[in-house]
């Protein structure tokens, strides 16, 4: 059975502890590797690594520096496939889900930085004929870089590849549910000649060695990618050191629908939204607001569109909504769906998990489930619950959705269904999401801030913002 390994100043090692934990393939239930249950040792080793090798990294010509991302780039691009079955068996996800979106998604995020690095600029200031000003935007020393598992190298890598362009080097720890990818992708960075140290990548738990990270003094900057719970207690670690933090959590997205929407649109893109990648994205629409005039036609319709998704073999072309990522996440969302039943919920469909014969009868599989019946307050349109499980919830008019919509504590993204575009710009005004998509979802613009409000996080990614992040500035103001 394969055993991963840790990548550390520019080579593959085992943990020093030589202790491992058990990788599943979700689809089929049960063990189909190992990776290193790395502790603090192995952090300590990665971030002396990142250390020694800032200086020749940070100093590089930035030229130099596209280049080599460039080439990795590259490298994803030729093994496309591979990383994408590599991603669908560690993650559960269709297949042609992982070769549509998370493979050319991780290429695309080190292109994107490849190059903006190149074009990275910061600004002057003249005072009044007396003083001028200059900012110097800096690389600020070794990154933490801390990803979940949901879109595991389309984030691993949308987290390192600014961080990298801007200078810095790197400690980086892949969910341990799913390492798979950013360990191939280790390889790659072999072959590409990235520089030993400039990326270090630490496998193991969150509570161990992602802990590790966050706590050692020479880590000034960390990115995080994950749970709410887990970016408090991450923010409670690092904030008392004065670590700057970057934070992108979860949501609870509401998916607004009005009676002047394109219907047959909405409802093929609320399709998406809902059960895309099993629900399992942090800007899935899990609330689904219809105004009352259209109500009934567009539960009857969606519904139907639901039951018409194949839950099966991620490996299968026909296959629309794979495995769930873990038997404790498949728990999790059982519980919502038993939590539904008792606030007094009506399972429209879906509602229990689903045996698929065959190589998958022991796999984590949950119906596509859509649910009504529900307030707007209950626990159920209130939490997470991050997968293939959407509410459908009527309202007559504009104000009172703005209120059902923004009544929870996150505010990560919102979708708005209309035709009236005084409506569009006077709604996305009112709605508390640091994203929202008009009638589209999950339309992606790299050079676009990226992140949430509330308990959906702190700062922001994406284009400036993160090379902005991952720099120190300065002002120096010279009397002429
Ligand atoms: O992710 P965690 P989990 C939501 C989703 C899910 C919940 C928890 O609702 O049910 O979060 O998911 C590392 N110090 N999202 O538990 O714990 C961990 O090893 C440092 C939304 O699977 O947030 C992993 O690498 N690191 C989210 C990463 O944090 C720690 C996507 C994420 O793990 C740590 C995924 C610690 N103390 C889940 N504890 C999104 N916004 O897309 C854990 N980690």
């Not at 879109?151 to 691993?156: A, D, E, I, K, M």
């Not at 609320?270 to 895309?276: G, H, V």
């Amino acid at each position: 059975m394969q055993k991963l390994k840790n990548y550390i100043n520019g080579e593959l090692v085992e943990p020093i502890s030589d202790t491992y934990l058990d990788n599943f393939n979700p689809a089929e239930g049960k063990v189909y590797s190992h990776i290193p249950d790395s502790g603090e040792t192995d952090v300590l080793a990665a971030v002396e690594a990142a250390q020694a090798a800032f200086e020749e990294w940070s100093t590089l010509p930035i030229q130099r520096r596209s280049d080599i991302m460039l080439k990795i780039a590259d490298l994803v691009d030729r093994d496309h496939d591979k990383l994408a079955m590599a991603e669908s068996i560690d993650n559960g996800k269709p297949l042609k889900l992982a070769k549509r979106v998370d493979i050319p998604r991780a290429s695309a995020n080190m292109r994107f930085y490849a190059t903006a690095l190149l074009h990275f600029a910061s600004e002057s200031h003249q005072t009044d004929g007396e003083a001028i000003n200059y900012t110097l935007r800096k690389p600020i020393g070794v990154a933490g870089c801390i990803s979940p598992w949901n879109l595991p190298l389309y984030l691993f890598t949308w987290k390192i590849a600014p961080a990298l362009a801007a200078g810095n080097t790197v400690v980086a720890k892949p969910s341990e549910v799913t390492p798979m990818t950013a360990y191939l992708f280790t390889e790659l960075c072999i072959e590409a000649g990235l520089p030993p140290g400039v990326l270090n990548v630490v496998h193991g738990l969150g509570t161990k060695a992602g802990q590790a990270i966050i706590e050692h003094p020479a880590v000034p900057v960390i990115s995080f990618t994950g749970g709410t719970t887990t970016g408090k207690q991450i923010a409670s670690t690092a904030a008392p050191m004065f670590k700057k933090l970057s934070l992108e959590l979860g949501g609870k997205n509401p998916n607004l629908i009005f009676a002047d929407c394109d219907f047959e649109q909405a409802l093929k893109t609320s399709l998406q939204s809902s059960f895309a990648n099993q629900g399992e994205i942090c800007l899935c629409g899990s609330r689904i607001f219809i105004e009352q005039d259209i109500y009934e036609k567009f539960k009857t319709a969606f519904v139907e569109k639901a039951k018409a998704l194949t839950v099966g073999d991620p490996l299968e072309e026909g296959t629309n909504i794979g495995a769930i990522v873990s038997g404790t996440h498949k728990e999790k969302i059982l519980s919502y769906i038993r939590l539904a039943r008792e606030e007094g919920g009506n399972i429209l469909t879906g509602g229990e998990q689903v045996t698929v014969p065959g190589r998958c009868e022991n796999g984590y599989f949950i119906a596509p489930t859509v649910i009504d019946g529900l307030d707007h307050k209950c626990r159920v349109n209130q939490e997470e619950i991050f997968g293939p499980v959407v509410t459908l919830i009527p309202f007559k008019h504009e104000d009172e959705v703005i209120e059902y919509a923004n009544s929870t504590a996150y505010g990560l993204s919102a979708t708005l269904w209309t035709e009236n575009l005084k409506r569009a710009h006077r709604v996305a005004d009112q709605l508390k999401s640091g994203i929202i998509w008009v009638n589209c979802w999950l339309l992606r613009d790299l050079r676009t801030p990226f992140g949430g409000m509330k308990q959906s996080g702190i700062g922001r990614e994406g284009g400036w913002e993160a090379l902005r992040f991952f720099t120190g500035s300065k002002n120096v103001c010279i009397k002429l």
